[in-house]
């Protein structure tokens, strides 16, 4: 029996690295074609070399998010190439870590236009595609941090919050369209977002000494895609992830303390 997924054509983007590599991974080893599309095409490269020397159908993509009209050719060129587009996953994403009186606005534009601009275009790209197509799952990578007001990161976590907005909105447009939306939300899983994310006025070594990774990116890229079979609005792939929110929702008071003693540890590694 073909695996779900089999002969699926996805696009996901920052499909170089992190949850978007293993979903590409993990989706081609179930069959699908992933088009990894990434703004350091040389690693997308690789990764697709990778998944096709493993058996896998799997290329690479150049792709700047934040480019509305670049997003717009991708999605036109998988379509000639393909016949049609079955997922899109906006899994681009950025962070800056840092008290709020350190960040500047370049650092906010910079995280919303990757973060929250790259979904709206990636959307506004697939979406028409996908309605006039009669399917379609349109899957956006947010976070806990879309669910939870996480301190210390909060351009990343308003553009999460805004992620899952549009997400579950657009979910309930699109449902008589035939276009399926849901939205991911993982907790802390040891990706390059972290490696890569930019800290402002904190001691870097004992920034990552304090963040807690506790899930592993291949079997939460698994979870994912059992949560997009189900066609879940909300996905939590994390272990963690469910109870937490569900525990904010109904005790958010709960919270404050334990947001509260975040900040004061970040303020401890801040540097003067």
């Known amino acids: 029996m073909a695996d ?19 979903l590409g991974a993990e989706l081609c080893r179930r069959g ?8 350091n095409i040389e690693l997308a490269e690789c990764c697709a070399d990778e998944i096709c020397k493993a058996g896998g159908g799997a290329e690479a993509m150049d792709l700047d998010v934040t480019n509305p009209e670049r997003v717009q050719k991708a999605v036109e060129e998988i379509v000639a190439r393909h016949g049609r587009i079955d997922y899109l996953f906006n899994n681009a994403g950025i962070a800056v870590v ?11 534009k910079q995280v919303i236009d990757v973060d929250l601009w790259g979904v709206i275009y990636g959307i506004n ?4 595609v996908m309605r006039k197509q009669g399917f379609g799952h349109i899957v956006n990578t ?11 990161i909060l351009s990343y976590t308003a553009s999460k919050h805004a992620v899952v907005g549009i ?6 447009e699109a449902k008589d369209l035939g276009v399926k939306v849901s939205v991911v939300c993982p907790g802390f899983v040891r990706t390059e977002i972290f490696e890569n994310a930019e800290s ?3 001691d870097r070594d004992e920034l990552e000494k304090n963040i807690p990774f506790t899930a592993d990116v291949n079997a939460t890229a698994r979870r994912i895609l059992k949560g997009v079979k189900r066609n ?10 469910w109870p937490t929110w569900w525990l904010y929702r109904v005790a958010p008071w709960l919270f404050g303390p334990i947001l509260r003693n975040m900040v004061r540890e970040m303020r401890e590694i801040r540097i003067e």
């Not at 008290?99 to 500047?104: F, K, L, Q, S």
């Not at 790209?125 to 028409?128: D, E, G, L, S, V």
């Not at 947010?142 to 210390?152: E, F, K, N, Q, T």
């Open 4 to 22: 779900f997924y089999a002969e699926k054509v996805a696009l996901i983007t920052g499909g170089a690295s992190g949850i978007g590599k293993a």
């Open 32 to 39: 699908a074609r992933a088009i990894l599309a990434d703004i």
């Open 98 to 108: 840092g008290d709020a009186r350190d960040v500047n606005l370049e650092q906010w």
């Open 125 to 128: 790209a697939a979406y028409p």
């Open 142 to 152: 947010a976070s806990m941090a879309g669910l939870l007001p996480i301190p210390a």
């Open 167 to 172: 997400s579950l909105a657009l979910r309930v």
């Open 200 to 202: 402002t006025n904190l």
């Open 232 to 241: 879940r609005a909300v996905i939590t792939p994390t272990l963690d992830g």
